[in-house]
Nanobody, 125 residues
C-alpha cells in the first residue's frame, strides 16, 4: 500500500512558479506509474502529468505543456511537479497519485490511479 503526502502548494502571482512535492511511503516509486491531477470544486478532475518510473516516460495535459515539469527522485521516493508561468486557470487542489503499471504501461487515466494523497491547494491570482 502506497501512502502519498503532498506539500508545496500556496498562493502565487500570475506568471510565478511553484514546486509541488509528493513524498511516498511504503513501496518504492520505482516501477510505478505516478502523477498529478487537479480539481476545482464543481468541476471534473483534470489529469496534469504522469511519469512511468520504469522508463521515465512522461505525459502532460495540453493545458500545461511547456510550463509544468514532472520529475522523480527515486532515492528519496519523492515526486515533484515544477510549475512555471502560472495562470489563474491553474488554481486548483492538486493531488499526487500512484498506480501499478499493466504490461509496462500506465494504462489507467491518471485521475483513476489507485493511490492518492490528501491534496495541496494552488492559488494563482
Amino acid at each position: 500500500h502506497v501512502q502519498l503526502v503532498e506539500s508545496g502548494g500556496g498562493s502565487v502571482q500570475v506568471g510565478g512558479s511553484l514546486r509541488l512535492s509528493c513524498a511516498a511511503s511504503g513501496p518504492t516509486f520505482r516501477g510505478l506509474c505516478v502523477g498529478w491531477f487537479r480539481q476545482v470544486p464543481g468541476k471534473e478532475r483534470e489529469g496534469v502529468a504522469t511519469v512511468y518510473t520504469g522508463d521515465g516516460s512522461t505525459h502532460y495535459a495540453d493545458s500545461v505543456k511547456g510550463r509544468f515539469t514532472i520529475s522523480q527522485d527515486n532515492a528519496k521516493n519523492t515526486l515533484y511537479l515544477h510549475m512555471d508561468s502560472l495562470k489563474p486557470e491553474d488554481t486548483a487542489m492538486y493531488y499526487c497519485v500512484a498506480d501499478r503499471p499493466f504490461n509496462g504501461y500506465c494504462s489507467r487515466p491518471v485521475v483513476d490511479f489507485a493511490y492518492r494523497g490528501q491534496g495541496t491547494q494552488v492559488t494563482v491570482s
